[in-house]
């Protein structure tokens, strides 16, 4: 069975940039697998980021965007603010209909 | 506005069904797919089901399929979650969620604010 993988934790400094990836256990992530990228703070809804590999939702700051980098999906914050301090899921397409989210990532930004 | 409002979550004992149901409103209901994702106390999100925009096509993880059906009734704006067979490990918030598409391929866009789930004697 795939495994949809995402680093357990990440730090990045305020005004400072960094890059969450989102991986396959066996295989490379293409936008065939539609990666897309949730933001969620404890006790809240989760808040979509990206869709579709490179679609910003409504309203996300441009300063998130999402690619494709070598055989991962990837989320980059440029200039990451306090606020953006949360745990980041991201979720691929797999076939058949069916769709499998990583583990998430913990920011911490300090 | 897009707004998903969810209903139905309860305490259920072990082996008893349960119906969500999720109210979609600001959106054209029938031309997006539509899904369902839980997150268990304390863990990460899972992907449930999904259901194509006429609701002819329905998918399950394999951690449901068999126990739950999912369905969408374009004429009342709303998406339900039939689950039977309920087991302690179902325990959830239980999220609504619109997908940027009419199949289940692109990923959610909006979601609702989640409904509980709670399976315990």
């Known amino acids: 069975q795939t495994v949809v993988t995402q680093e357990p934790s990440f730090s990045v400094s305020p005004g400072g940039t960094v890059t969450l990836t989102c991986g396959l256990s066996s295989g490379s992530v293409s936008t065939s697998n539609y990666p897309s990228w949730y933001q969620q703070t404890p006790g809240q809804a989760p808040r979509t980021l990206i869709y579709?590999?490179?679609t910003r939702s409504s309203g996300v700051p441009d300063r998130f965007s999402g690619s494709i980098l070598g055989n991962k999906a990837a989320l980059t914050i440029t200039g990451a603010q306090a606020e953006d301090e949360s745990d980041y899921y991201c979720?691929?397409?797999?076939?058949?209909?069916?769709?499998?989210f990583g583990g998430g990532t913990q920011l911490t930004v300090l | 506005e897009v707004q998903l409002l969810e209903s139905g979550g309860n305490l259920v004992q072990p082996g008893g069904s349960l119906r969500l149901s999720c109210a979609a409103s600001g959106f054209t209901f029938s031309t997006f797919a539509m899904t369902w994702v839980r997150q268990a106390p304390g863990k990460g999100l899972e992907w449930v089901s999904g259901?194509?925009?006429?609701?002819?096509?329905?998918y399950y993880a394999d951690s449901v399929k068999g126990r739950f059906t999912i369905s969408k009734d374009n004429s009342k704006n709303t998406l339900y979650l039939q689950m039977n067979n309920l087991r302690a490990d179902d325990t959830a918030v239980y999220y609504c969620?619109?997908?940027?598409?009419?199949?289940?391929?692109?990923?959610?866009?909006?979601w609702g604010q989640g409904t509980l789930v709670t399976v315990s004697s």
């Open positions: 969620a619109k997908v940027a598409g009419s199949a289940t391929t692109r990923g959610v866009d909006y």
């Open positions: 579709s590999t490179y």
């Open positions: 979720v691929l397409f797999m076939g058949g209909g069916i769709s499998v």
């Open positions: 259901v194509s925009a006429s609701g002819g096509s329905a």
